[in-house]
Protein backbone atom coordinates (compact mmCIF):
# COMPACT_ATOMS: atom_id res chain seq x y z
CA UNK A 1 0.00 0.00 0.00
CA UNK A 2 1.90 3.48 -0.97
CA UNK A 3 -0.08 5.36 1.06
CA UNK A 4 -0.87 4.58 5.19
CA UNK A 5 -3.00 6.19 7.03
CA UNK A 6 -2.56 8.84 9.42
CA UNK A 7 0.95 7.91 9.10
CA UNK A 8 2.79 9.20 12.56
CA UNK A 9 6.60 10.30 11.19
CA UNK A 10 9.52 10.80 13.81
CA UNK A 11 11.34 13.03 11.76
CA UNK A 12 12.65 15.74 13.45
CA UNK A 13 11.48 19.13 11.98
CA UNK A 14 13.35 22.44 13.39
CA UNK A 15 12.50 25.74 13.06
CA UNK A 16 14.47 28.81 12.92
CA UNK A 17 12.93 32.07 12.22
CA UNK A 18 14.15 35.92 12.47
CA UNK A 19 10.37 36.87 12.09
CA UNK A 20 7.73 34.48 13.30
CA UNK A 21 5.25 33.47 10.39
CA UNK A 22 1.85 33.86 10.58
CA UNK A 23 1.03 30.14 10.44
CA UNK A 24 2.80 27.61 12.43
CA UNK A 25 4.23 25.71 9.72
CA UNK A 26 5.85 22.94 11.73
CA UNK A 27 2.63 21.79 12.53
CA UNK A 28 1.67 21.72 8.81
CA UNK A 29 4.81 19.78 7.93
CA UNK A 30 3.77 17.42 10.64
CA UNK A 31 0.21 17.17 8.42
CA UNK A 32 1.88 16.46 5.51
CA UNK A 33 4.03 13.51 6.78
CA UNK A 34 0.90 11.68 7.38
CA UNK A 35 0.87 10.93 3.78
CA UNK A 36 4.51 9.80 2.98
CA UNK A 37 5.24 6.16 3.83
CA UNK A 38 7.56 5.64 6.37
CA UNK A 39 9.82 3.81 4.59
CA UNK A 40 10.40 6.27 2.18
CA UNK A 41 11.65 8.79 5.12
CA UNK A 42 14.38 6.45 6.10
CA UNK A 43 17.66 7.99 5.96
CA UNK A 44 16.29 11.61 6.21
CA UNK A 45 17.75 13.88 9.11
CA UNK A 46 15.16 15.66 9.31
CA UNK A 47 13.45 19.42 8.39
CA UNK A 48 14.48 22.67 8.66
CA UNK A 49 12.25 25.74 8.65
CA UNK A 50 13.35 29.09 8.25
CA UNK A 51 13.07 32.36 6.86
CA UNK A 52 15.65 34.32 4.30
CA UNK A 53 16.96 36.40 7.22
CA UNK A 54 18.18 33.36 9.57
CA UNK A 55 19.09 31.99 6.33
CA UNK A 56 21.38 34.75 5.24
CA UNK A 57 22.56 34.53 8.93
CA UNK A 58 23.57 30.98 9.14
CA UNK A 59 25.27 30.90 5.52
CA UNK A 60 26.51 34.01 5.02
CA UNK A 61 26.07 36.31 1.58
CA UNK A 62 28.16 34.25 -0.49
CA UNK A 63 25.50 31.29 -0.62
CA UNK A 64 22.90 31.83 -2.57
CA UNK A 65 19.46 31.89 -1.11
CA UNK A 66 17.18 28.95 -2.13
CA UNK A 67 13.39 28.51 -1.19
CA UNK A 68 13.95 24.80 -0.73
CA UNK A 69 16.64 22.24 -1.09
CA UNK A 70 17.75 18.97 -0.07
CA UNK A 71 21.03 18.54 1.62
CA UNK A 72 23.43 15.83 1.35
CA UNK A 73 26.46 15.71 2.24
CA UNK A 74 29.02 14.47 -0.04
CA UNK A 75 30.95 11.91 2.55
CA UNK A 76 27.85 10.98 4.63
CA UNK A 77 29.11 12.43 7.60
CA UNK A 78 25.83 13.64 8.00
CA UNK A 79 22.04 12.41 7.35
CA UNK A 80 20.34 14.95 4.45
CA UNK A 81 18.14 16.89 5.26
CA UNK A 82 15.80 18.76 3.94
CA UNK A 83 15.52 22.92 4.12
CA UNK A 84 12.29 25.39 3.35
CA UNK A 85 12.78 28.71 3.67
CA UNK A 86 8.86 29.59 4.20
CA UNK A 87 8.76 33.10 3.70
CA UNK A 88 9.23 32.16 -0.27
CA UNK A 89 5.59 30.16 0.29
CA UNK A 90 3.77 32.33 2.48
CA UNK A 91 5.27 36.07 2.86
CA UNK A 92 3.01 37.42 0.14
CA UNK A 93 -0.41 36.02 1.58
CA UNK A 94 -2.34 38.12 4.25
CA UNK A 95 -3.23 36.60 7.04
CA UNK A 96 -6.76 35.99 7.22
CA UNK A 97 -5.57 33.79 3.79
CA UNK A 98 -3.35 31.56 6.09
CA UNK A 99 -6.17 30.93 8.19
CA UNK A 100 -7.82 28.25 6.07
CA UNK A 101 -5.70 25.40 6.42
CA UNK A 102 -5.84 23.76 2.79
CA UNK A 103 -4.08 27.22 1.57
CA UNK A 104 -1.28 26.64 3.87
CA UNK A 105 -0.87 23.15 3.56
CA UNK A 106 -1.17 23.62 -0.53
CA UNK A 107 1.82 25.98 -0.52
CA UNK A 108 3.82 24.03 2.06
CA UNK A 109 3.39 21.31 0.37
CA UNK A 110 4.90 22.21 -2.87
CA UNK A 111 8.29 22.33 -2.17
CA UNK A 112 8.05 20.03 1.08
CA UNK A 113 6.99 16.86 -1.09
CA UNK A 114 9.47 17.96 -3.72
CA UNK A 115 12.00 17.73 -1.63
CA UNK A 116 11.16 14.59 -0.14
CA UNK A 117 11.16 13.33 -3.73
CA UNK A 118 14.37 14.17 -4.28
CA UNK A 119 15.35 12.24 -1.23
CA UNK A 120 13.52 9.15 -2.41
CA UNK A 121 15.20 9.54 -5.78
CA UNK A 122 18.77 9.45 -4.32
CA UNK A 123 17.60 6.77 -1.76
CA UNK A 124 16.68 4.51 -4.73
CA UNK A 125 20.02 5.06 -6.39
CA UNK A 126 18.65 7.12 -9.52
CA UNK A 127 20.88 9.82 -9.33
CA UNK A 128 20.28 10.30 -13.23
CA UNK A 129 19.90 13.65 -15.21
CA UNK A 130 16.09 12.88 -14.41
CA UNK A 131 16.10 14.00 -10.96
CA UNK A 132 13.95 17.24 -11.12
CA UNK A 133 11.81 15.09 -13.20
CA UNK A 134 11.24 12.36 -10.49
CA UNK A 135 11.04 14.43 -7.80
CA UNK A 136 8.00 16.27 -9.18
CA UNK A 137 6.27 13.25 -9.65
CA UNK A 138 7.01 12.52 -6.37
CA UNK A 139 5.35 15.67 -4.98
CA UNK A 140 2.41 15.50 -7.90
CA UNK A 141 1.68 12.18 -6.31
CA UNK A 142 2.15 12.90 -2.70
CA UNK A 143 0.06 16.45 -2.64
CA UNK A 144 -2.50 15.12 -5.02
CA UNK A 145 -3.20 11.99 -2.46
CA UNK A 146 -2.98 14.48 0.41
CA UNK A 147 -5.14 17.31 -0.80
CA UNK A 148 -7.51 14.94 -1.85
CA UNK A 149 -7.78 13.40 1.56
CA UNK A 150 -7.91 16.33 3.91
CA UNK A 151 -9.12 18.88 1.60
CA UNK A 152 -11.27 17.61 -0.39
CA UNK A 153 -14.10 20.45 -0.64
CA UNK A 154 -11.11 23.37 -0.98
CA UNK A 155 -9.73 20.50 -3.96
CA UNK A 156 -13.60 20.38 -5.76
CA UNK A 157 -14.23 23.91 -5.64
CA UNK A 158 -10.54 24.94 -6.85
CA UNK A 159 -11.47 22.69 -9.61
CA UNK A 160 -14.67 23.78 -10.60
CA UNK A 161 -13.61 27.36 -10.11
CA UNK A 162 -10.59 26.93 -12.56
CA UNK A 163 -11.59 24.40 -14.75
CA UNK A 164 -13.49 26.63 -17.42
CA UNK A 165 -9.64 28.89 -17.28
CA UNK A 166 -7.42 25.25 -17.60
CA UNK A 167 -6.32 26.57 -21.46
CA UNK A 168 -4.80 30.17 -20.10
CA UNK A 169 -3.86 28.92 -17.10
CA UNK A 170 -1.83 25.76 -19.01
CA UNK A 171 -0.70 29.04 -21.61
CA UNK A 172 0.43 30.80 -18.31
CA UNK A 173 2.65 28.30 -16.90
CA UNK A 174 4.22 27.37 -20.08
CA UNK A 175 2.56 23.89 -19.78
CA UNK A 176 2.58 21.50 -23.12
CA UNK A 177 1.28 18.43 -23.47
CA UNK A 178 3.63 15.80 -24.76
CA UNK A 179 2.51 13.85 -27.87
CA UNK A 180 2.24 10.42 -26.03
CA UNK A 181 -0.63 8.81 -25.32
Known amino acids: MLFKKDNQSNLPVGECYAREPNVNVRRVVERLLRVVPQERLEGLGGV ?27 DDSESPWIEICVDWYIGGFPKWVLKFSAVTDLMISWPFYHEVGHHIVRKDGNNDENTEKTAEEWRKKFQKHYMLRYHFIFSFLALITLFPFRKRLEKMCGYQKSGKT
Open 48 to 74: ILCDTEKFKEHYGDNEKVTAARYIQIK
